[in-house]
Protein backbone atom coordinates (compact mmCIF):
# COMPACT_ATOMS: atom_id res chain seq x y z
CA UNK A 1 0.00 0.00 0.00
CA UNK A 2 1.36 3.56 -0.83
CA UNK A 3 2.27 5.79 2.18
CA UNK A 4 -0.79 8.18 1.05
CA UNK A 5 -2.64 5.57 1.48
CA UNK A 6 -1.70 4.17 4.66
CA UNK A 7 -1.99 7.66 6.08
CA UNK A 8 -5.53 8.27 5.25
CA UNK A 9 -6.17 4.79 7.19
CA UNK A 10 -4.46 5.80 10.06
CA UNK A 11 -5.42 9.33 10.08
CA UNK A 12 -9.46 8.81 9.11
CA UNK A 13 -10.09 12.38 9.59
CA UNK A 14 -7.42 13.87 7.09
CA UNK A 15 -8.04 13.23 3.35
CA UNK A 16 -11.57 12.32 3.81
CA UNK A 17 -11.90 13.95 0.27
CA UNK A 18 -9.20 11.79 -1.66
CA UNK A 19 -10.31 9.01 -0.13
CA UNK A 20 -13.80 9.42 -1.55
CA UNK A 21 -12.83 8.69 -5.02
CA UNK A 22 -11.13 5.33 -4.10
CA UNK A 23 -13.57 2.67 -2.89
CA UNK A 24 -11.12 0.72 -1.25
CA UNK A 25 -9.31 3.10 0.62
CA UNK A 26 -13.09 4.50 2.01
CA UNK A 27 -14.34 1.52 3.10
CA UNK A 28 -10.74 0.87 5.18
CA UNK A 29 -11.32 4.43 6.82
CA UNK A 30 -14.57 3.16 7.83
CA UNK A 31 -13.40 -0.09 9.31
CA UNK A 32 -11.00 1.83 11.17
CA UNK A 33 -13.50 4.51 12.85
CA UNK A 34 -15.86 1.63 13.21
CA UNK A 35 -12.79 -0.48 15.02
CA UNK A 36 -11.76 2.69 17.10
CA UNK A 37 -15.53 3.10 18.01
CA UNK A 38 -15.86 -0.24 19.44
CA UNK A 39 -12.88 -0.21 21.31
CA UNK A 40 -13.42 3.16 22.99
CA UNK A 41 -16.83 1.36 24.26
CA UNK A 42 -15.21 -1.56 25.49
CA UNK A 43 -13.23 0.60 27.43
CA UNK A 44 -15.64 2.88 28.87
CA UNK A 45 -18.10 0.07 29.49
CA UNK A 46 -20.88 1.32 27.32
CA UNK A 47 -22.69 -1.25 26.70
CA UNK A 48 -25.70 0.33 24.45
CA UNK A 49 -24.95 -1.50 21.52
CA UNK A 50 -24.73 -5.63 21.14
CA UNK A 51 -21.84 -5.18 19.44
CA UNK A 52 -19.98 -3.59 22.11
CA UNK A 53 -21.28 -6.57 24.25
CA UNK A 54 -20.07 -8.84 22.49
CA UNK A 55 -16.81 -7.48 22.44
CA UNK A 56 -17.01 -7.19 26.18
CA UNK A 57 -17.37 -11.00 26.46
CA UNK A 58 -14.59 -11.77 23.60
CA UNK A 59 -12.37 -9.82 25.50
CA UNK A 60 -13.08 -10.60 29.64
CA UNK A 61 -13.05 -14.72 28.61
CA UNK A 62 -10.36 -15.43 26.13
CA UNK A 63 -11.81 -18.86 25.60
CA UNK A 64 -15.12 -17.49 24.01
CA UNK A 65 -12.77 -15.90 20.93
CA UNK A 66 -12.79 -20.38 20.23
CA UNK A 67 -16.19 -21.24 20.50
CA UNK A 68 -19.62 -19.79 19.72
CA UNK A 69 -21.46 -21.50 22.17
CA UNK A 70 -18.98 -20.39 24.96
CA UNK A 71 -19.63 -16.87 23.58
CA UNK A 72 -23.27 -17.03 23.63
CA UNK A 73 -23.50 -18.66 27.44
CA UNK A 74 -21.66 -15.72 28.85
CA UNK A 75 -23.56 -13.25 27.03
CA UNK A 76 -26.62 -14.70 27.98
CA UNK A 77 -25.40 -15.25 31.75
CA UNK A 78 -23.85 -11.60 31.92
CA UNK A 79 -26.36 -9.44 30.08
CA UNK A 80 -29.46 -11.62 30.32
CA UNK A 81 -29.40 -13.15 33.92
CA UNK A 82 -33.06 -12.87 34.44
CA UNK A 83 -33.85 -14.94 31.81
CA UNK A 84 -31.09 -17.11 31.34
CA UNK A 85 -30.74 -20.08 33.47
CA UNK A 86 -28.27 -22.75 33.52
CA UNK A 87 -30.41 -25.71 35.08
CA UNK A 88 -32.54 -25.59 32.07
CA UNK A 89 -33.71 -22.95 29.95
CA UNK A 90 -37.75 -22.32 29.49
CA UNK A 91 -39.23 -22.71 25.70
CA UNK A 92 -40.77 -19.56 26.17
CA UNK A 93 -37.15 -17.78 27.32
CA UNK A 94 -35.95 -19.25 23.78
CA UNK A 95 -37.85 -16.18 22.61
CA UNK A 96 -36.76 -13.61 24.65
CA UNK A 97 -32.89 -14.44 25.18
CA UNK A 98 -30.86 -12.78 22.04
CA UNK A 99 -30.92 -14.85 19.39
CA UNK A 100 -27.03 -17.01 18.71
CA UNK A 101 -26.82 -16.25 14.74
CA UNK A 102 -27.11 -12.36 15.72
CA UNK A 103 -24.58 -12.84 18.45
CA UNK A 104 -22.36 -15.27 16.09
CA UNK A 105 -22.53 -12.51 13.73
CA UNK A 106 -21.54 -9.59 15.57
CA UNK A 107 -18.47 -12.17 16.67
CA UNK A 108 -17.66 -12.65 13.00
CA UNK A 109 -17.40 -8.63 12.36
CA UNK A 110 -15.46 -7.87 15.13
CA UNK A 111 -12.66 -10.75 14.56
CA UNK A 112 -12.58 -11.07 10.65
CA UNK A 113 -13.05 -7.32 9.83
CA UNK A 114 -11.75 -5.26 12.60
CA UNK A 115 -9.30 -7.96 14.04
CA UNK A 116 -10.20 -7.60 17.25
CA UNK A 117 -10.07 -10.56 19.93
CA UNK A 118 -9.18 -13.35 17.45
CA UNK A 119 -9.36 -17.12 17.69
CA UNK A 120 -6.39 -18.91 17.74
CA UNK A 121 -5.31 -20.41 14.20
CA UNK A 122 -6.40 -23.41 14.47
CA UNK A 123 -9.81 -22.93 15.58
CA UNK A 124 -9.94 -20.12 12.55
CA UNK A 125 -9.66 -22.74 10.27
CA UNK A 126 -11.56 -25.71 12.01
CA UNK A 127 -13.71 -23.44 14.14
CA UNK A 128 -16.96 -26.22 13.33
CA UNK A 129 -15.12 -29.01 14.61
CA UNK A 130 -13.62 -27.46 17.52
CA UNK A 131 -17.11 -26.19 18.47
CA UNK A 132 -17.41 -30.05 19.46
CA UNK A 133 -13.91 -30.59 21.39
CA UNK A 134 -14.68 -27.12 23.43
CA UNK A 135 -17.71 -28.96 25.29
CA UNK A 136 -15.56 -29.24 28.19
CA UNK A 137 -14.39 -26.19 28.61
CA UNK A 138 -18.07 -24.77 27.95
CA UNK A 139 -19.48 -26.83 30.68
CA UNK A 140 -16.40 -26.24 32.87
CA UNK A 141 -17.50 -22.46 32.85
CA UNK A 142 -14.18 -20.99 31.75
CA UNK A 143 -12.47 -18.18 34.02
CA UNK A 144 -12.29 -14.42 32.93
CA UNK A 145 -9.38 -12.26 33.02
CA UNK A 146 -7.95 -11.06 36.21
CA UNK A 147 -8.15 -7.39 35.32
CA UNK A 148 -8.88 -4.25 37.65
CA UNK A 149 -10.47 -1.47 35.65
CA UNK A 150 -9.70 2.27 36.24
CA UNK A 151 -11.32 5.09 35.56
CA UNK A 152 -9.70 8.74 35.92
CA UNK A 153 -10.72 11.91 35.90
CA UNK A 154 -8.83 15.46 37.12
CA UNK A 155 -10.17 18.62 38.31
CA UNK A 156 -9.19 21.92 40.49
CA UNK A 157 -5.92 22.97 37.64
CA UNK A 158 -6.49 26.67 38.15
CA UNK A 159 -7.16 26.23 42.16
CA UNK A 160 -5.81 25.90 45.15
CA UNK A 161 -5.98 22.03 45.22
CA UNK A 162 -5.11 19.97 41.72
CA UNK A 163 -7.25 16.96 42.31
CA UNK A 164 -7.08 13.19 40.25
CA UNK A 165 -10.04 11.21 41.07
CA UNK A 166 -10.51 7.56 40.25
CA UNK A 167 -12.96 4.70 40.28
CA UNK A 168 -11.56 1.43 40.84
CA UNK A 169 -13.67 -2.03 39.61
CA UNK A 170 -11.84 -4.33 40.71
CA UNK A 171 -13.38 -7.55 38.69
CA UNK A 172 -14.05 -7.84 34.82
CA UNK A 173 -17.58 -8.73 34.95
CA UNK A 174 -18.52 -5.88 37.70
CA UNK A 175 -17.74 -3.49 34.90
CA UNK A 176 -21.04 -5.15 33.15
CA UNK A 177 -22.92 -5.15 36.30
CA UNK A 178 -22.55 -1.47 37.14
CA UNK A 179 -22.85 0.02 33.98
CA UNK A 180 -26.11 -2.16 33.26
CA UNK A 181 -27.45 -0.80 36.47
CA UNK A 182 -26.25 3.04 35.90
CA UNK A 183 -28.36 2.55 32.26
CA UNK A 184 -31.48 0.97 33.58
CA UNK A 185 -31.83 3.56 36.22
CA UNK A 186 -30.67 6.62 34.01
CA UNK A 187 -33.37 5.59 31.35
CA UNK A 188 -36.22 5.84 33.86
CA UNK A 189 -34.48 9.31 35.26
CA UNK A 190 -34.75 13.15 34.82
CA UNK A 191 -31.11 12.61 33.51
CA UNK A 192 -32.32 10.34 30.80
CA UNK A 193 -30.93 12.89 28.01
CA UNK A 194 -27.51 14.02 29.70
CA UNK A 195 -23.79 13.26 30.60
CA UNK A 196 -23.71 13.34 33.95
CA UNK A 197 -21.15 16.27 35.49
CA UNK A 198 -20.55 17.61 38.86
CA UNK A 199 -20.42 20.78 37.12
CA UNK A 200 -23.66 20.88 35.72
CA UNK A 201 -25.27 20.04 38.88
CA UNK A 202 -28.16 22.44 39.23
CA UNK A 203 -30.32 23.66 42.18
CA UNK A 204 -32.76 21.07 41.07
CA UNK A 205 -30.75 17.94 40.45
CA UNK A 206 -30.43 16.59 44.17
CA UNK A 207 -33.23 14.44 44.05
CA UNK A 208 -31.96 12.58 41.13
CA UNK A 209 -28.41 12.70 42.12
CA UNK A 210 -29.51 10.88 45.67
CA UNK A 211 -31.24 8.26 43.06
CA UNK A 212 -27.85 7.75 41.50
CA UNK A 213 -25.92 7.84 44.15
CA UNK A 214 -28.10 4.52 45.29
CA UNK A 215 -27.34 3.01 42.28
CA UNK A 216 -24.05 3.07 43.17
CA UNK A 217 -24.08 2.13 46.70
CA UNK A 218 -26.06 -0.75 45.94
CA UNK A 219 -23.70 -1.91 43.50
CA UNK A 220 -20.12 -1.20 45.19
CA UNK A 221 -19.40 -4.69 46.41
CA UNK A 222 -16.56 -4.61 43.55
CA UNK A 223 -16.05 -0.73 43.62
CA UNK A 224 -13.62 1.48 45.43
CA UNK A 225 -12.70 5.18 45.30
CA UNK A 226 -9.29 6.68 45.35
CA UNK A 227 -8.68 10.55 45.41
CA UNK A 228 -5.39 12.57 45.30
CA UNK A 229 -4.75 15.97 45.27
CA UNK A 230 -1.80 18.34 45.46
CA UNK A 231 -1.77 22.18 46.88
CA UNK A 232 -0.48 24.08 43.91
CA UNK A 233 1.54 26.46 45.98
CA UNK A 234 3.50 23.90 47.43
CA UNK A 235 4.83 22.40 44.39
CA UNK A 236 7.02 24.09 41.70
CA UNK A 237 6.16 21.46 39.02
CA UNK A 238 4.30 22.57 35.47
CA UNK A 239 0.38 21.60 35.90
CA UNK A 240 0.81 18.95 33.25
CA UNK A 241 3.52 17.47 35.23
CA UNK A 242 1.56 17.68 38.53
CA UNK A 243 -0.94 15.67 36.76
CA UNK A 244 0.89 12.99 35.40
CA UNK A 245 2.44 12.66 38.83
CA UNK A 246 -1.33 12.56 40.79
CA UNK A 247 -1.87 10.09 37.98
CA UNK A 248 1.22 7.64 38.79
CA UNK A 249 1.03 7.49 42.54
CA UNK A 250 -2.62 7.10 42.47
CA UNK A 251 -2.00 4.33 40.34
CA UNK A 252 1.20 2.94 42.93
CA UNK A 253 -0.38 3.74 45.96
CA UNK A 254 -3.85 2.38 44.74
CA UNK A 255 -2.74 -0.79 43.80
CA UNK A 256 -0.80 -1.28 47.24
CA UNK A 257 -3.72 -0.46 48.93
CA UNK A 258 -6.06 -3.03 47.28
CA UNK A 259 -3.21 -5.86 47.56
CA UNK A 260 -3.12 -4.56 51.68
CA UNK A 261 -6.48 -5.17 52.48
CA UNK A 262 -6.82 -8.18 50.87
CA UNK A 263 -9.38 -6.38 48.60
CA UNK A 264 -7.54 -8.16 44.66
CA UNK A 265 -5.58 -11.12 44.52
CA UNK A 266 -2.47 -11.73 42.33
CA UNK A 267 -1.65 -11.92 39.32
CA UNK A 268 -3.61 -9.09 37.71
CA UNK A 269 -4.01 -6.72 34.92
CA UNK A 270 -4.60 -2.94 35.13
CA UNK A 271 -6.64 -1.00 32.74
CA UNK A 272 -6.83 2.61 33.19
CA UNK A 273 -9.16 4.82 31.29
CA UNK A 274 -8.89 8.54 31.32
CA UNK A 275 -11.28 11.49 30.29
CA UNK A 276 -10.18 12.31 26.71
CA UNK A 277 -10.66 15.85 27.55
CA UNK A 278 -7.70 15.70 30.35
CA UNK A 279 -4.34 17.63 29.53
CA UNK A 280 -2.10 14.67 29.22
CA UNK A 281 -0.81 13.97 25.58
CA UNK A 282 0.03 10.13 24.44
CA UNK A 283 4.01 10.79 25.46
CA UNK A 284 2.52 11.58 29.05
CA UNK A 285 0.07 8.92 29.18
CA UNK A 286 3.12 5.94 28.29
CA UNK A 287 5.22 7.71 30.92
CA UNK A 288 3.05 7.29 33.32
CA UNK A 289 2.58 3.75 32.44
CA UNK A 290 6.03 2.81 32.32
CA UNK A 291 7.07 5.02 35.14
CA UNK A 292 3.86 2.99 37.41
CA UNK A 293 4.99 0.16 36.37
CA UNK A 294 8.66 0.12 37.31
CA UNK A 295 7.34 1.35 40.75
CA UNK A 296 4.84 -2.17 41.00
CA UNK A 297 7.63 -4.15 40.08
CA UNK A 298 9.89 -3.58 42.40
CA UNK A 299 7.06 -4.99 45.03
CA UNK A 300 5.45 -7.57 43.17
CA UNK A 301 7.39 -8.48 40.27
CA UNK A 302 4.91 -9.51 37.42
CA UNK A 303 2.13 -10.31 39.44
CA UNK A 304 0.46 -6.78 38.88
CA UNK A 305 0.72 -5.08 35.52
CA UNK A 306 -0.47 -1.53 34.14
CA UNK A 307 -1.59 -3.22 31.12
CA UNK A 308 -2.84 0.34 29.24
CA UNK A 309 -3.68 3.80 29.72
CA UNK A 310 -5.87 5.34 27.38
CA UNK A 311 -8.15 7.70 26.92
CA UNK A 312 -11.83 8.40 26.06
CA UNK A 313 -14.70 10.65 25.16
CA UNK A 314 -16.21 10.97 28.73
CA UNK A 315 -19.78 10.74 27.09
CA UNK A 316 -18.87 6.83 26.07
CA UNK A 317 -18.07 6.12 29.62
CA UNK A 318 -20.37 6.34 32.65
CA UNK A 319 -17.83 5.00 34.88
CA UNK A 320 -15.22 8.33 33.58
CA UNK A 321 -18.79 10.28 34.47
CA UNK A 322 -18.58 8.69 37.83
CA UNK A 323 -15.12 10.07 38.33
CA UNK A 324 -16.07 13.06 37.36
CA UNK A 325 -18.72 13.17 40.25
CA UNK A 326 -16.15 12.23 42.81
CA UNK A 327 -13.47 14.31 41.59
CA UNK A 328 -16.03 17.53 41.47
CA UNK A 329 -17.32 16.66 45.08
CA UNK A 330 -13.91 16.67 46.64
CA UNK A 331 -12.48 19.83 44.61
CA UNK A 332 -16.22 21.48 46.21
CA UNK A 333 -14.69 20.36 49.56
CA UNK A 334 -11.19 21.56 49.46
CA UNK A 335 -11.25 24.45 47.15
CA UNK A 336 -13.98 25.76 48.01
CA UNK A 337 -14.05 25.09 52.20
CA UNK A 338 -15.90 28.37 53.44
CA UNK A 339 -18.89 28.38 50.15
CA UNK A 340 -22.45 27.16 51.35
CA UNK A 341 -25.20 25.94 48.34
CA UNK A 342 -25.98 23.45 46.66
CA UNK A 343 -23.41 22.43 45.26
CA UNK A 344 -21.61 22.23 48.59
CA UNK A 345 -24.82 19.83 49.35
CA UNK A 346 -24.76 17.50 46.65
CA UNK A 347 -20.45 17.20 47.49
CA UNK A 348 -21.31 16.20 50.76
CA UNK A 349 -23.83 13.86 49.78
CA UNK A 350 -21.85 12.01 47.60
CA UNK A 351 -18.72 11.88 50.04
CA UNK A 352 -21.36 10.60 52.55
CA UNK A 353 -23.07 7.86 50.40
CA UNK A 354 -20.11 6.39 48.64
CA UNK A 355 -17.84 6.28 52.29
CA UNK A 356 -15.31 8.12 50.63
CA UNK A 357 -12.95 8.64 53.72
CA UNK A 358 -10.44 11.66 53.37
CA UNK A 359 -7.04 10.28 54.89
CA UNK A 360 -4.27 12.56 54.49
CA UNK A 361 -0.52 10.85 53.40
CA UNK A 362 2.49 12.42 52.04
CA UNK A 363 3.46 11.39 49.13
CA UNK A 364 7.39 10.37 48.72
CA UNK A 365 8.51 12.45 45.85
CA UNK A 366 5.47 15.00 44.83
CA UNK A 367 7.04 17.68 47.35
CA UNK A 368 3.71 18.05 49.37
CA UNK A 369 0.61 16.05 48.65
CA UNK A 370 -2.33 14.91 50.28
CA UNK A 371 -3.72 11.30 50.10
CA UNK A 372 -7.69 10.50 50.38
CA UNK A 373 -8.67 7.24 49.96
CA UNK A 374 -10.70 4.41 51.65
Not at 271 to 300: F, G, P, W
Request: net charge negative; charged share 30%.
Amino acid sequence: MLDADQDAIDNPEDGVGEAADDPAIAKQIKIEREKKELLNNVAGCNYSHQITRVAGILNLYPDARNSDITLTIKYWETFQPEIYNPAGILPQDLFKLERLHYIVRARAKIQNEYGLFPASQAVSRFRKKNEEAMLDAVISNPAPKNVISIFSDETGKTHDFVIVASVWVLGGRATFKIADAIKKWKENSLWAKREIHFAKFGNRDMEPLLEYLNVIASNSEFLSFKVIAVQRARTRRSIEDVVAKLHEYMLVKGAEHEVAQNRITLPREVDVTLDEEQSLDAIALEEIKNNANQSIRHRYGDQLTIAEVRTIPSQKSPLIQLADVVAGAVHRKLNFPEERGHKDEMAAAIINTLNIALETEDVPGLDVSALFKI
